[in-house]
C-alpha cells in the first residue's frame, strides 16, 4: 500500500510543466458554440484596423523622425577662421571687370582673391562663354568712339584694346561692352568659390575700380569718366553660406536678385550671423545661421560726380552667442510602449462601443417582443 502511493506521489509530481501553467491564464477562452458575430461588430472591427494601422503609421513617423533640439550659449570659439561660399552673377560685368575684396574690423584686407574662388565668363544668354572675339590675322578691327576722338589711325582686335582706346580718349566704355565685337562674347561674370576670412565683423564686396591697399587702408582706384555712362551692379546670387551647409539650414539670400535699368547702383546686404553647433548622427559641425536687411541707392547723381561706390557689399557681423542644436532620438522602448497604448486602448474603446450596441440591439428586440 505505501509503495502504491509512493509511486501515485511521484506521477504526480512529473506532470507535464506546460499543463501547469494552464493555472496562469487570465485570457478565458469562449468556444465557438458560444460566440455571437454581428455585422456592426463586423464593421466596428474593421474601423478599428483602420484607426490603429493610422495612429501605429504616426507613431512610426515621428520615430523615425529626429527631433533636434535647441539650447542658447555663449560662444567661446577662438581664433577661428570662417570660409564664406559665394556664388554670384553680374549679367552685365565683365570678369575682367570685377574683382572680389575683403576688408575686416582689424585692417586685414584682401584684394582680388583667387585660389579657390573662380570668375567665369558668361554670354548674353547667361551661358559660360567660349571668349572673346579673336580677330582674323591682318584683319582691323574698329575703335568705334574712340577711332573718331584720335587722330590716327589704330586698331582694336581685342576687348582690352579698345578700352584701353577708350580710356585715351577720355571716353566713357561701359556701354558698348554689350555690342561691340571686340567684348560681346563676354559680356557678364559668374563669381564661385570659397573665401576665408577671420572670425571678426568685415565685409566681402565687389565694387568699382582697382582694388589696392594704400597706407595700410583698402581704396579703389578709378577714372570717374569710366562710368559717366552707369556701372551695372544687376546680380543674382545662387549660393551664400557662411561655413558648412547642414540639412534644414536656411540661407535667406539665396535666389536673390537685383536688376539695375540705369545709373550706378550701391547693394548693402547687412547680416547677421549666429554661431551654431550642429551635434547629431556621429557628427559634429560648426557653421553660422544668418539673418539679413539690405539697402539700394543711385550713387551716381549726375554726369561726373558720385555718392558712393557702386557695388555689391555683403556686410557681416557676429553675435556673441552661439545656438547648440542637438538631435534627440526617441527611445526604441518608449516607442514599443505607445504601439502597445494604441492597439489596446483601440481595442478597448472598440470593444466598448460593440458590447453597448450589441446590448442595446438585444433590449430593442426584448421591449418589441413584450409590446406584441
Same mark, same amino acid.
Given at each position: 500500500?505505501?509503495l502504491r502511493?509512493g509511486g501515485?506521489?511521484?506521477?504526480?509530481?512529473?506532470?507535464?510543466?506546460?499543463?501547469?501553467?494552464?493555472?496562469?491564464?487570465?485570457?478565458?477562452?469562449?468556444? %465557438?458554440?458560444?460566440r455571437?458575430k454581428t455585422?456592426?461588430? +463586423?464593421l466596428?472591427s474593421?474601423?478599428?484596423?483602420?484607426?490603429?494601422?493610422?495612429?501605429?503609421?504616426s507613431?512610426?513617423?515621428?520615430?523615425?523622425? =529626429?527631433?533636434v533640439?535647441?539650447?542658447i550659449?555663449v560662444?567661446?570659439?577662438?581664433?577661428?577662421?570662417?570660409?564664406?561660399g559665394?556664388n554670384i552673377?553680374f549679367?552685365?560685368?565683365?570678369? %575682367? $571687370?570685377?574683382?572680389?575684396?575683403?576688408?575686416?574690423?582689424?585692417g586685414e584686407?584682401?584684394? %582680388?582673391?583667387?585660389?579657390?574662388?573662380?570668375?567665369l565668363?558668361?554670354?548674353?544668354?547667361?551661358?559660360?562663354s567660349?571668349?572673346?572675339?579673336?580677330? @582674323?590675322e +591682318?584683319?582691323?578691327?574698329s575703335?568705334?568712339?574712340a577711332?573718331?576722338?584720335? &587722330?590716327?589711325q589704330?586698331?582694336?582686335?581685342?576687348?582690352q584694346?579698345l578700352?584701353?582706346?577708350?580710356l585715351?580718349? #577720355?571716353?566713357p566704355? !561701359?556701354?558698348?561692352?554689350?555690342?561691340?565685337?571686340?567684348? @560681346?562674347? &563676354?559680356?557678364?561674370c559668374? =563669381?564661385?568659390?570659397?573665401?576665408?576670412? &577671420?572670425?571678426?565683423?568685415?565685409?566681402v564686396?565687389?565694387?568699382?575700380?582697382?582694388s589696392?591697399?594704400?597706407?595700410?587702408?583698402?581704396?579703389?582706384e578709378?577714372?570717374i569718366?569710366e562710368?559717366?555712362d552707369? !556701372?551695372?551692379? &544687376?546680380h543674382?546670387i545662387?549660393?551664400?553660406e557662411f561655413?558648412e551647409?547642414v540639412? +534644414?539650414m536656411?540661407?535667406p539670400?539665396?535666389?536673390?536678385?537685383?536688376i539695375?535699368?540705369?545709373?550706378?547702383?550701391?547693394?548693402h546686404?547687412?547680416i547677421k550671423?549666429?554661431?551654431?553647433?550642429?551635434?547629431?548622427?556621429?557628427?559634429t559641425?560648426?557653421t553660422h545661421?544668418?539673418?539679413?536687411? #539690405?539697402? $539700394?541707392?543711385?550713387?551716381?547723381?549726375?554726369?561726373?560726380?558720385?555718392?558712393?561706390?557702386?557695388?555689391?557689399?555683403?556686410?557681416?557681423?557676429?553675435t556673441p552667442?552661439?545656438v547648440?542644436?542637438? $538631435?534627440?532620438?526617441?527611445?526604441f522602448?518608449h516607442?514599443?510602449?505607445?504601439?502597445?497604448a *494604441? *492597439?489596446?486602448?483601440? !481595442?478597448?474603446?472598440?470593444?466598448?462601443?460593440d458590447?453597448?450596441?450589441?446590448?442595446g440591439?438585444r433590449?430593442?428586440?426584448?421591449?418589441?417582443?413584450s409590446?406584441?
Amino acid at each position: 500500500m505505501r509503495l502504491r502511493q509512493g509511486g501515485d506521489t511521484s506521477s504526480k509530481d512529473h506532470a507535464p510543466l506546460a499543463a501547469r501553467f494552464k493555472r496562469f491564464d487570465v485570457y478565458s477562452k469562449v468556444h %465557438d458554440d458560444y460566440r455571437v458575430k454581428t455585422k456592426s461588430g +463586423g464593421l466596428i472591427s474593421v474601423v478599428a484596423i483602420i484607426i490603429m494601422l493610422t495612429l501605429f503609421s504616426s507613431e512610426l513617423n515621428s520615430y523615425l523622425t =529626429v527631433e533636434v533640439v535647441d539650447h542658447i550659449v555663449v560662444d567661446t570659439a577662438l581664433n577661428e577662421k570662417l570660409p564664406i561660399g559665394l556664388n554670384i552673377t553680374f549679367p552685365h560685368l565683365r570678369c %575682367d $571687370e570685377v574683382s572680389v575684396d575683403t576688408v575686416d574690423s582689424t585692417g586685414e584686407n584682401q584684394v %582680388d582673391i583667387a585660389g579657390d574662388l573662380t570668375k567665369l565668363n558668361l554670354d548674353a544668354r547667361g551661358f559660360l562663354s567660349k571668349g572673346d572675339h579673336v580677330a @582674323k590675322e +591682318g584683319e582691323c578691327l574698329s575703335c568705334l568712339e574712340a577711332a573718331d576722338a584720335s &587722330s590716327e589711325q589704330r586698331c582694336c582686335n581685342t576687348c582690352q584694346e579698345l578700352k584701353d582706346a577708350y580710356l585715351e580718349a #577720355d571716353l566713357p566704355y !561701359f556701354h558698348i561692352l554689350d555690342t561691340a565685337v571686340q567684348c @560681346k562674347d &563676354s559680356v557678364g561674370c559668374r =563669381v564661385s568659390g570659397d573665401v576665408l576670412v &577671420s572670425k571678426v565683423g568685415g565685409n566681402v564686396h565687389v565694387a568699382l575700380g582697382k582694388s589696392t591697399i594704400r597706407d595700410g587702408k583698402h581704396v579703389h582706384e578709378f577714372n570717374i569718366k569710366e562710368v559717366s555712362d552707369g !556701372f551695372n551692379t &544687376s546680380h543674382e546670387i545662387h549660393r551664400l553660406e557662411f561655413g558648412e551647409r547642414v540639412d +534644414g539650414m536656411l540661407s535667406p539670400l539665396e535666389g536673390t536678385t537685383k536688376i539695375v535699368k540705369h545709373g550706378a547702383y550701391m547693394f548693402h546686404y547687412y547680416i547677421k550671423l549666429v554661431p551654431t553647433l550642429f551635434s547629431g548622427r556621429g557628427r559634429t559641425v560648426y557653421t553660422h545661421q544668418y539673418s539679413v536687411t #539690405d539697402s $539700394e541707392k543711385n550713387v551716381m547723381v549726375t554726369k561726373g560726380q558720385l555718392t558712393g561706390l557702386p557695388g555689391v557689399f555683403l556686410v557681416y557681423e557676429f553675435t556673441p552667442f552661439m545656438v547648440q542644436k542637438t $538631435e534627440k532620438a526617441v527611445p526604441f522602448g518608449h516607442f514599443l510602449v505607445t504601439v502597445c497604448a *494604441i *492597439i489596446g486602448g483601440v !481595442f478597448t474603446v472598440a470593444g466598448m462601443i460593440d458590447a453597448a450596441l450589441y446590448q442595446g440591439y438585444r433590449t430593442a428586440r426584448k421591449l418589441a417582443k413584450s409590446g406584441d
